[in-house]
Structures are given as C-alpha cells and as structure tokens.
C-alpha cells in the first residue's frame, strides 16, 4: 500500500520569508514518481513537478525548489522569498505511473498562509 | 490550452435527489478519474476508467454511487440518492495510461456538491 504524510496541516509566515512544506512518502515499489499540486483559493488543482525514483537531483524553478532524498522518503518543497500570490493548498502526491495514469495516493496537503 | 472541463460548477441539491456531474476529457486522453475532496478525508480516488472501460471503482460507494463513460469525450458521475454527507468536492481528471514518462494527470476545476 501506498502512503504520503504532510505532517504540516497549516503553515502561516510573513511575505518574504522562505518556507518548506514536508512531504514523507511510503511505497513498495522501486519505480515510482512524486508529485506537488497547489490548490489556489480558487480550488483548481494546479501541477507543479513531477520526479521519478530514480532522480535524486534537486530541482529549481524561479523561488520553487523541490529536494528528493529516498534514504529518508522525502519530497520536500521550499518556496523562496515567499508571496502573498503563493497562498494556497499544497498537495504531495505518490504514484507508480509516471503520468499518474494509475491513480494518484494523495497527502491530506498543507495550508500555507503568506501573510502580507 | 487543452483542459478537462467539469459541468456543473457548483450543485445545490436536497437529500434524497439525483445528482449528475459531467466531465469532458482532454481529447486523447485514455484515462478518466473521478476524485472527491473533503475536509476530513482529503482527495480520495473514487474511480477511473482506461478506453472507456471501468479498472476501479473499489473507492465508490456502490449502493448510491456510478460512473460511467457513454463516450471518450463524456465521464459521468451519479449519485442517487444523494445524502448530506456526499457533499464535497468532485474532481475530474484525465491522463495517458499505460505508459511511462507521460505528462501529468490534468485535473478540472471541480463541482462543489452541497446536499441539504
């Protein structure tokens, strides 16, 4: 069985600060991919990045960065000098399949609140 | 741009009513999931279909709940009857399955159910 825990229901820091939002997964596979969705207050689910098991690399994207590490099964995302426009539900996401095509095992996500 | 286009928005029924969501895929896409988001549970897989055909739907209640796929450009949601506690968030999404390295599953804006 798959699993994926954002311990953090709720997150609240003041604009351009930097915030890591936590993400530990489980599975039996050895191929797998690991995804993050934001969900605005608009309630559209929104993709982020897509990383398979077998790349380890971080990965930037503008104040978005992404770190992997399968020795302890976490997919961690940091946002850099964050924004009010970055207030949203972050959901972590596990799946076998790399377009998801299989289903995705969801975390129950994580509140961030950009205070202005 | 290409999107999965969820009908309708919003839903206002009373307990003991039908109630039907529609779902149009990304033309191509051979893949269609039902999702349902509540505050308690989070994003739960309801079911999903590959070229039209259901491969599971052991996440749907079965007694009130259905899901069908008249045709590859039409997934649909039923409840009947409808109960106070259906009332969620239905996300559809879409995807390529049964391959690797796939873009991601396109998930629709949702239909917010609100059973009285």
């Known amino acids: 069985a798959q699993k994926v825990t954002q311990a953090q229901t709720e997150i609240s820091v003041v604009e351009k600060e930097d915030v890591t939002l936590d993400c530990v997964y489980e599975t039996r596979d050895t191929t797998y991919y690991l995804f993050w969705y934001k969900q605005p207050p608009s309630g559209e689910l929104v993709f982020l990045i897509r990383?398979?098991?077998?790349?380890?690399q971080n990965e930037i994207s503008g104040r978005y960065s992404w770190n992997f590490q399968k020795s302890t099964s976490s997919f961690n995302f940091t946002i850099t000098a964050s924004q009010v426009v970055d207030s949203a539900v972050y959901f972590c996401?596990?799946?076998?399949?790399?377009?998801?095509?299989?289903?995705?095992?969801f975390g129950k996500g994580t509140h961030l609140i950009i205070q202005p | 741009d290409a999107r999965v286009t969820q009908t309708p928005r919003h839903k206002v029924t009373e307990m003991g009513q039908e109630v039907t969501m529609r779902c149009q895929p990304i033309l191509g896409h051979n893949t269609v999931f039902w999702y349902r988001q509540t505050m308690m549970q989070g994003l739960e897989l309801l079911a999903y279909?590959?070229?039209?055909?259901?491969?599971?739907d052991s996440g749907m209640p079965k007694d009130r709940f259905s899901a069908e796929m008249p045709d590859a450009t039409l997934a649909t949601l039923k409840i009947q009857p409808s109960e106070p506690r259906d009332s969620a968030v239905y996300f559809c999404?879409?995807?390529?399955?049964?391959?690797?390295?796939?873009?991601?599953?396109?998930f629709g804006n949702g239909t917010r159910l609100t059973v009285t």
């Open positions: 999404a879409s995807g390529l399955g049964g391959q690797l390295s796939l873009p991601p599953l396109h």
């Open positions: 279909f590959r070229n039209r055909a259901p491969l599971d």
């Open positions: 996401a596990l799946t076998t399949t790399g377009g998801g095509a299989d289903g995705l095992t």
């Open positions: 990383r398979n098991s077998f790349d380890e």
